[in-house]
């Protein structure tokens, strides 16, 4: 087996060649100036073959569906730590494309896996050669042991909404910690609290884990008011690290101690690499 980092995922595909202890190929790749890309693959696969490239922008994109093209002839697995357009599953508004439905059609390939995709509904899109269903990974186990081994003081977890409470409670598992989610209170008709459900937060560190961070609007919004309410240390951490525009500023502005990301999306706060998981998940 040859391993293929695609460009999105140079860091995440050579960590996972050494986990399962394969050789990686050497990809090169371009911009022309009309704005096309080109790829190939600079030296001969060996029939069995296992890409790794996020879908970030549209250019990746483009690149996974050239990596697969050029990688076609044998058996081929693709691992999509990050999958582009995923939070569009739905038609809301007549008219309107299924985005995630429209991408996930154009991956050919034997096996398929992704990294904690917004809703697994959206596997059952792929159309993939061998038959088998694409397969949903879940980040939360390492990224509890890797809270866990910070040493916080009194640590709690804290989903920012509901609809994070089961990602949260699988981190708080493996961490061995107990965890909350944050609810709007009504005050009056013109002021409304949030707050955690249930537990008191003062004096202990805490930790906002969702599946993304992507402006970082409602994180700095609930590092205030945890803050506000007593807490001792408040960090962030999610599995995709989108930290688009200004969201570090956001964050560090509203207090945060530190932001925690795998490298799904390779960043500077992708401190845990899912590696261990696409090896583990894809049977290698």
Do not use: W
Request: proline fraction near 4%.
């Amino acid at each position: 087996m040859k391993v293929l980092g695609g460009p999105a995922s140079q860091l995440l595909g050579s960590r996972v060649a050494r986990e399962i202890g394969c050789a990686l190929a050497v990809v090169e790749f371009k911009k022309f100036p009309d704005g096309e890309l080109y790829l190939r693959i600079a030296e001969e696969l060996d029939g069995d073959t296992l890409i790794v490239q996020s879908t970030t922008t549209n250019d990746d994109i483009i690149y996974l569906l050239q990596l697969i093209d050029a990688a076609s002839d044998g058996y081929l697995r693709a691992v999509i730590p990050y999958f582009g357009y995923a939070r569009q599953d739905k038609r809301f508004k007549l008219g309107e494309p299924i985005s995630a439905r429209a991408l996930a059609r154009t991956i050919n390939v034997d096996e398929a896996y992704v990294v904690n995709i917004h809703d697994p509904a959206s596997l059952d899109h792929f159309q993939l050669r061998s038959g088998k269903k694409a397969a949903n990974l879940s980040a939360a186990g390492l990224v509890g042991t890797y809270l866990k081994s910070m040493g916080l003081s009194s640590p709690l977890l804290i989903a920012p909404d509901e609809g994070a409470t089961a990602l949260v409670r699988d981190v708080a598992h493996a961490m061995g910690c107990e965890f909350d989610v944050l609810v709007k209170k009504r005050v009056t008709s013109e002021h409304v609290e949030i707050q955690p459900k249930t537990v008191d937060v003062d004096e202990r560190d805490l930790v906002i884990v969702d599946d993304m961070i992507s402006t970082g609007g409602t994180m700095a919004e609930a590092i205030r008011l945890l803050r506000g309410q007593g807490a001792r240390q408040v960090h962030v951490a999610c599995i995709h690290p989108v930290l688009s525009l200004n969201a570090r500023l956001r964050l560090y502005g509203a207090g945060v101690d530190s932001i925690i990301a795998t490298d799904t999306i390779e960043k500077a706060e992708s401190s845990i690499t899912v590696a261990p998981l696409i090896k583990q998940g894809a049977g290698l």
